[in-house]
Every structure is written in C-alpha cells, then in structure tokens.
C-alpha cells in the first residue's frame, strides 16, 4: 500500500517554475502508473500529465509544452516540472498511483482509475 506525499508547491510569479515531488517513503512505484491531477478554486479536479510503468507520458492540452512529468531513479518518486507558469495554473496540486501489474505501457487520465492519492501540494501563480 502506498502512502503518497506531494511536496515542491509554492507562491510564484507568472513565467516561473517549479518542480513539484510525490514519494510514498520507504516504497518504490515500480509496478504503478502514475499521475498529476489538480484542483483550482470552485473548480473540480482535472488531469494534468500522467506516466506509465514504462515511461510513456501524456499531457493535457493546456500544459503541453510547459509541464513535463518524470520518474526518479530507482522509481522512489515522481516529478512534475512546471515552467512558464501561468495564474490559471493555481491550483492544488495532487499526485495518485494504480497498480499497473504487468501493462508496463498504460498510462490513465481518468481520476476514478487511481487507486492511492496523496493530500496535494499549493500552487499560487501572481500576474
């Protein structure tokens, strides 16, 4: 079981960047896709990257470009860069993991899929 924890958020200007972290300590993500999702004020969660077992990435529309999402060495933690960032990029910003087994190359974009989610991290981006 994992016990996920985002960490890297934080207040920036408007063309900065950040590189939010997500661990679950003493664990290691090997055997799970992985995903970004975020929550901005009145809004509902949404997709942001997600990373199969494999490697193999997606972004939505709104970030490609600009987020790039990534697994550590050893697969103990995963990466979101952030660059250019936006104020419509505020947002809490949540990491979450599915057991993958052995579909090495899916990826999931849909938030009901996850099965492990952690607590968020804040994100503030000033104009």
């Known amino acids: 079981q994992l016990h996920l924890v985002e960490s890297g958020g934080g207040a920036v200007q408007a063309g900065g960047s950040l590189r939010l972290s997500c661990a679950s300590p003493?664990?290691?993500?090997?055997?799970?896709?992985m995903g970004w999702f975020r929550q901005a004020p009145g809004k509902e969660r949404e997709f942001v990257s997600a990373?199969?077992?494999?490697?193999?990435?997606a972004n939505t529309d709104s970030v490609k470009g600009r987020f790039t999402i990534s697994r550590g060495n050893a697969d103990e933690t995963l990466y979101l860069q952030i660059n250019s960032l936006k104020p419509e990029d505020t947002a809490v910003y949540y990491c979450?993991?599915?057991?993958?087994?052995?579909?090495?190359?899916?990826?999931?974009?849909?938030?009901?899929?996850?099965?492990?989610w952690g607590r968020g991290t804040q994100v503030t981006v000033s104009s």
């Open positions: 990373i199969s077992w494999s490697g193999i990435t």
């Open positions: 003493g664990r290691s993500f090997s055997g799970y896709a």
């Open positions: 979450a993991a599915k057991f993958a087994g052995g579909l090495e190359s899916d990826y999931y974009t849909t938030e009901s899929t996850y099965e492990y």
